[in-house]
């Protein structure tokens, strides 16, 4: 069986293995073993305070898989992206090159420096051993923070966000990074990538030109880079498309990864997320049913599992033995419900309107 949970300090081994075999290698989730203890105390600093309103809370999450014993995934939710410091991104803009006396007219691609990201609450830092690859433990992990924010909504933003990996290519190297932030920091990518996972980004805003980015004196390679995710990522990003996410105009100012950008109330599993009354039953009797995300009401001992959404007729969740211990909840307690399966387009639905 495989639930999220809080991560604890004993999950530190588990976290170090996962953030050296993420692909690409993750700025916010460093292989690094003091930042990893780092994460993880303050982590449990949030599910232990009493929060109005986002600030600089960091909730980090395991995926454990009880049978081996062991966290298999992790996945955190930065409540502001930019309470410390602020969140920089290259916003892509569009300017007018006009000429009436030599009847020239020209519309230039830019970046441009910006920081409007700072507000949202942002989804990172995932990792998820290979073997889970390829089965329902990709979403349950990647949206089990989604459950979470539906039921203490007073601790995060209304707009939540997700920056991807960007483009790399056989060498391992950015295209973007080497067009742009080689000529001011004279270091490779994965070099930089690792600085800034073990101390910030912020660095990278500071040294970079203030003055927006012509695209057009970027080379070929690093202009199809921008907003071009990392192959490994495109399952990823069809999926939380799907969920409600818009691509946005911003990329990552490392690789020009894309940022997408979602409203909460718009996103299907807060649509579609109900409270339930539980209603235990032995396993070989429940009916069939679609899986869905359950999830308890415990802020610090969060739990959420996949289940079959079977109602009886009186609207309460059946549940086995099993999996209502899993979630420690007892008869007629009430657990969050959203299903597994997104009825969310499966074309790209283009750009936040907002952001054109």
Known sequence: MLVVRPARPADLPALERLAGSATPRLTNLPAHRDRLEERLARSQRAFEAEVEFPGDEHYTFVLE?????????????????????????????????????LDVRREVQTLSLSHEVSEASLLCAYSLDAHYRGTSAESLLRRARLMFIAQYPERFAEILAMAFPGYLDDEQQSPFWNSVGRHFFVRDFQDINYIAGVRSKSFIAEVMPQFPLYQALLTPQAR?????????????????????????????????????KGEREHLESFRHAAWHPVRI????SLPDAEPAMVANQRLGDFRCVVARYA??????LMLSPEHAELLGVEEGRAVLAAPLALAGAEHDPGYDEGEL
């Open 224 to 260: 199809a880079a921008v907003g071009r995710e990392h192959p490994e990522h495109e399952s990823a990003m069809s999926e939380m498309l799907a969920e409600g996410f818009l691509r946005s105009r911003h990329v990552d100012i490392f690789d020009a990864g894309p940022v997408i």
């Open 281 to 284: 039953r032995p396993a070989h």
């Open 311 to 316: 109602l009886s007729p009186t609207g309460q």
């Open 65 to 101: 898989d009880l049978e081996r014993g062991e966290a298999v995934g992790t996945a955190t939710i930065r409540a502001q992206a930019g309470a410390r410091e602020a969140y920089y991104t290259y916003r892509q803009e569009t300017l007018i090159h006009a000429s009436q006396q």
